[in-house]
């Protein structure tokens, strides 16, 4: 069977055939070869299953069948022709889904969503929090087209591409005994109450993210929030533990009664990946992405854009 885009092409050869009563002439007006007119016609008598043209040396001419079945399919020809046009339009003015899940690198996606905007304006964004552990699942359903993540694990028929990377900042409250010192590492923080946010994180980093990154025994003591980041925040300015996000949230949000503090060393920097499905239709998804690969690769930054399909 023929698809659609297929058809419309038969039928346009077919009828400027027989508008022009020659092949010779109606592939000049279609600025085809005139085998190409030739070839399209006979497909169409096939998949029809009928005769339309007789020919002879002087051109082509409609049978009685093949006027009485083009006169009924050019009533309908136009209207299919604005169907593809409205379809067209309607894409031109898709919305894109994006989802943000303890995102750093907050200055990075910020250049990349204004540039975006501007070079794609006729596509709306839409952009929501997502938790960790449902983002891919939302993008293999089609909930989200795109999702920005701190790492983002194993899982088949998804896409990932690391975008950027930036160092990892803890913050103390103002009286902490890492408050006087100008970088931390990870020994630092062996045994304090490390509060993590449950539930949709915000930008500060979640308890799977920092599996990764805490290693060889000097591991910080991990406290879910179930409040999420507002309590975190507040539990550490009243000294009951520490918290940790990217640079770019560090050194854009002041919070009273602490302080940021970079993380050095071993694993102290946090990577962002971009996930999407191959298979969305979206031309949209493919522009962010080219256009965050551009970004990446030009920023004077640690990232180094990497490609992987996860297994």
Not at 96 to 118: N, P, S, T
Not at 165 to 177: G, K, M, P, T, W
């Amino acid at each position: 069977m023929t698809n659609t885009g297929n058809a419309l092409q038969l039928l346009a050869c077919a009828f400027v055939a027989a508008d022009c009563g020659s092949l010779r002439r109606a592939a000049t007006v279609l600025k085809v070869g005139e085998s190409s007119v030739s070839r399209n016609v006979v497909k169409l008598e096939q998949l029809l299953g009928m005769q339309l043209f007789e020919r002879d040396v002087r051109g082509v001419r409609l049978t009685e069948a093949g006027r009485a079945w083009t006169d009924l399919a050019r009533t309908h020809y136009d209207g299919l022709q604005q169907a593809f046009r409205d379809a067209r339009n309607h894409r031109d003015v898709e919305t894109l889904r994006i989802g943000l899940c303890a995102v750093g690198g907050g200055e990075f996606l910020k250049r990349l969503i204004d540039r975006f905007r501007k070079s794609c304006p006729n596509v709306s964004l839409a952009i929501e929090d997502i938790v960790r552990e449902q983002c891919l699942t939302a993008v293999c359903r089609r909930h989200f087209d795109i999702v920005f993540a701190p790492g983002l694990g194993n899982v088949t028929s998804c896409r990932a591409e690391l975008l950027w990377q930036e160092r990892i900042f803890v913050l103390v409250a103002a009286d902490h005994s890492l408050a006087e010192k100008r970088v931390v590492t990870w020994a630092d923080l062996a045994g304090m109450q490390l509060l993590v946010p449950a539930g949709t994180s915000g930008p500060l980093l979640d308890f799977t993210t920092l599996e990764g990154f805490v290693t060889d025994g000097r591991r910080p003591t991990v406290n879910m929030c179930q409040g999420g980041q507002a309590s975190v925040i507040f539990n550490v300015q009243l000294g009951r533990g520490i918290t940790l996000a990217g640079e770019s949230f560090a050194r854009n949000v002041t919070i009273d009664a602490t302080a940021w503090k970079p993380l050095d060393g071993h694993n102290s920097l946090c990577s962002i990946k971009a996930g999407w499905l191959e298979s969305n239709p979206k031309r949209a998804v493919l522009r962010l992405i080219g256009l965050a690969r551009r970004m990446a690769n030009t920023i004077a930054s640690p990232t180094h854009s990497q490609s992987a399909s996860f297994r």
